[in-house]
Structures are given as structure tokens and as C-alpha cells.
């Protein structure tokens, strides 16, 4: 599959790609290597891998990083309650020794966590690594021996290669800097607010019903938005729930009904203070311009 159909291909399920997007997604899935997206929240990096699932008919298998995530909860961990209960049993019948050790610390009575269940899967799943920027450095170790290798070590059981090479999709909000290790193993594009042109393909792709005057307007007006000083600047997913919130409340021109309009910022606006300090004059102000 060239870059033009896989860009044509996720542009039928909705997601409106970049030539650059395209062509990066297209030489992580060539050569096999796992993709960094960085940028700032809301560009739509997360949907990359829910629409590569989505094209390649295959499972997204998504792990969401956080502050002290750690092997257990992100590759694998003993069943210990299934493990107590088989080795009591094996007391009563009075067996010991290593042939009870040898039986619970066996593939039955290991918990498959995302990374792992990724990579025992027999058709190659997409494995999403979501924010991995807000895990602790040390997690970063974890990853370098599955993104190099596709292999996870277990102690107790050794090596454990993987059935299929997960598509490996990653996400960064930028909170922190990677190791050159983690980037050196992976291709990486940065992921900005889309253009005018772009975003208004996104929104007549998700929302084909709307208004064309209205979609115009919505978008140049989240677009002037944008340049404001706010805490929190509005993705593309509030583009989304903007115009359906607008369709909602039966409005066709955004300078028509200051007040109805004001009320819609709550799906644009996510903090007290932008909801402050964007005043029904600045509103009015960006919504003339966006007619």
C-alpha cells in the first residue's frame, strides 16, 4: 500500500492526515519501525493509532502511561492469589519442591499486561503507548528491549519473543524529554493544530450534515481562538464537540446570538479562567472575523 492510499484509506474513516503524517505512517509500517508523535494535547495523535487499527483491521491494544507505572502494570504480573491456592493444594497432596515451583511460575499463572499481550498476539495488533512522557524515566528501560527487539524477558521464565510484531504507535505531550535512547529506536513526526484548510476536512468528515457557512465560521473562529492567551488551547476534539453543541442549539450564524454563542464556549473552553477572560466582546470580536 503506497502513502496516497493509506492517506486516502484513513481520510474514508475520518481522519483527515498530512502528506508528512502519511508518509511517516507509512515507513513505520515499511520498515517496521514503532512511530513517536509528539505535540500538544488535542491534535488528534491518540486517533493516529484507533484509525491505523481501524485500516489494517486488526485490535488496538492501548496502554495509558502515568507517573509510576512500572513493569506490573504495564508488561506482565504473577496471578499471586491463583499461585497461593495451587501451592496449598499441592500441600494437601503433599507435594513440594520444584515441581510445584515449576508449575506456578508457568505461562498459566502469568497476567498478560498491555505489552506483552502485544506481542503474543498472532495477528499484529497496534500497540498504542499513550503519553509515555508522563511515565518515570525508569519506565523508558522497559521499553527499549520490546521496541529493539519485540522480546520481554520474564526471570522466572525466560525470554519470551514475540508471535507478531505489533504496529508501535507512541504519544508525547512534550511535559518532559525523552531519552535519545527511546527516540533513536523510533521514526517521529511532531503533530501541530491543523490549518484552516485541514481542520475544515475534519469537521465535514465527522460532521458531513453541518451548515457550510456555519462549518466555516466554526473553524475560523477556533482557529482565532487559538492565538488568545489561554490556559488550556482547544483541540481538535473541541472543534468537534463545538459544532455538534452549536447544531444543538439550532444556531446558524455565530454572530447572530451573542449569548447562545458565549453559552457554547463551554465545549471550546476547559478552565475557569478562559471561560473569564474570553468575554462576549473578545468572543464577538474573533466570531466577526471567522464570518
Same mark, same amino acid.
Given at each position: 500500500?503506497?502513502?496516497?492510499?493509506?492517506?486516502?484509506?484513513?481520510?474514508?474513516?475520518?481522519?483527515?492526515?498530512?502528506?508528512?503524517?502519511?508518509?511517516?505512517?507509512?515507513?513505520?509500517?515499511?520498515?517496521?519501525?514503532?512511530? $513517536?508523535?509528539?505535540?500538544?494535547? %488535542?491534535?488528534?495523535?491518540?486517533?493516529?493509532?484507533?484509525?491505523? +487499527?481501524?485500516?489494517?483491521?486488526?485490535?488496538?491494544?492501548?496502554?495509558?502511561?502515568?507517573?509510576?507505572?512500572?513493569?506490573?502494570?504495564?508488561?506482565?504480573?504473577?496471578?499471586?492469589?491463583?499461585?497461593?491456592?495451587?501451592?496449598?493444594?499441592?500441600?494437601?497432596?503433599?507435594?513440594?519442591?520444584?515441581?510445584?515451583?515449576?508449575?506456578?511460575?508457568?505461562?498459566? /499463572?502469568? $497476567?498478560?499486561?498491555?505489552?506483552?499481550?502485544?506481542?503474543?498476539?498472532?495477528?499484529?495488533?497496534? #500497540?498504542?503507548?499513550?503519553?509515555?512522557?508522563?511515565?518515570?524515566?525508569?519506565?523508558?528501560?522497559?521499553?527499549?528491549?520490546?521496541?529493539?527487539?519485540?522480546?520481554?524477558?520474564?526471570?522466572?521464565?525466560?525470554?519470551?519473543?514475540?508471535?507478531?510484531?505489533?504496529? =508501535? =504507535?507512541?504519544?508525547?505531550?512534550?511535559?518532559?524529554?525523552?531519552?535519545?535512547?527511546?527516540?533513536?529506536?523510533?521514526?517521529?513526526?511532531?503533530?501541530?493544530?491543523?490549518?484552516?484548510?485541514?481542520?475544515?476536512?475534519?469537521?465535514?468528515?465527522?460532521?458531513?450534515?453541518?451548515?457550510?457557512?456555519?462549518?466555516?465560521?466554526?473553524? %475560523? /473562529?477556533?482557529?482565532?481562538?487559538?492565538?488568545?492567551?489561554?490556559?488550556?488551547?482547544?483541540?481538535?476534539?473541541?472543534?468537534?464537540? /463545538?459544532?455538534?453543541?452549536?447544531?444543538?442549539?439550532?444556531?446558524?450564524? #455565530?454572530?447572530?446570538?451573542? +449569548?447562545? #454563542?458565549?453559552?457554547?464556549?463551554?465545549? #471550546? $473552553?476547559?478552565?475557569?479562567?478562559?471561560?473569564?477572560?474570553?468575554?462576549?466582546?473578545?468572543?464577538?470580536?474573533?466570531? %466577526?472575523?471567522? +464570518?
Amino acid at each position: 500500500m503506497s502513502w496516497t492510499n493509506l492517506q486516502t484509506k484513513m481520510a474514508d474513516i475520518g481522519y483527515v492526515a498530512s502528506d508528512d503524517m502519511s508518509v511517516a505512517i507509512h515507513l513505520a509500517l515499511t520498515l517496521g519501525r514503532p512511530l $513517536l508523535l509528539e505535540g500538544a494535547a %488535542g491534535v488528534g495523535k491518540t486517533e493516529v493509532a484507533r484509525t491505523l +487499527a481501524q485500516v489494517r483491521d486488526t485490535d488496538l491494544v492501548r496502554l495509558q502511561c502515568y507517573e509510576g507505572l512500572d513493569a506490573s502494570q504495564a508488561i506482565y504480573e504473577w496471578n499471586y492469589q491463583r499461585q497461593l491456592l495451587s501451592i496449598r493444594a499441592a500441600a494437601e497432596d503433599g507435594e513440594t519442591g520444584k515441581s510445584v515451583e515449576s508449575r506456578i511460575f508457568s505461562r498459566d /499463572f502469568l $497476567l498478560e499486561r498491555p505489552l506483552l499481550a502485544a506481542i503474543t498476539k498472532d495477528t499484529p495488533p497496534v #500497540l498504542l503507548i499513550d503519553e509515555v512522557d508522563r511515565a518515570d524515566e525508569e519506565f523508558e528501560a522497559y521499553l527499549l528491549e520490546i521496541l529493539s527487539d519485540f522480546q520481554i524477558t520474564v526471570p522466572e521464565l525466560g525470554t519470551i519473543k514475540a508471535v507478531s510484531h505489533p504496529i =508501535v =504507535v507512541l504519544t508525547s505531550n512534550g511535559t518532559r524529554d525523552l531519552s535519545d535512547a527511546l527516540r533513536r529506536r523510533c521514526l517521529y513526526t511532531y503533530v501541530d493544530y491543523p490549518d484552516a484548510l485541514t481542520e475544515l476536512a475534519i469537521l465535514n468528515a465527522r460532521q458531513p450534515g453541518l451548515n457550510t457557512h456555519l462549518a466555516q465560521q466554526i473553524i %475560523g /473562529f477556533t482557529q482565532g481562538l487559538r492565538k488568545e492567551d489561554l490556559e488550556k488551547v482547544p483541540g481538535i476534539a473541541e472543534t468537534l464537540d /463545538f459544532a455538534a453543541a452549536l447544531s444543538g442549539l439550532g444556531v446558524a450564524d #455565530l454572530t447572530a446570538d451573542p +449569548a447562545i #454563542l458565549q453559552h457554547a464556549l463551554v465545549a #471550546l $473552553l476547559k478552565t475557569q479562567n478562559d471561560q473569564a477572560n474570553i468575554t462576549t466582546e473578545i468572543a464577538q470580536r474573533i466570531a %466577526g472575523k471567522a +464570518a
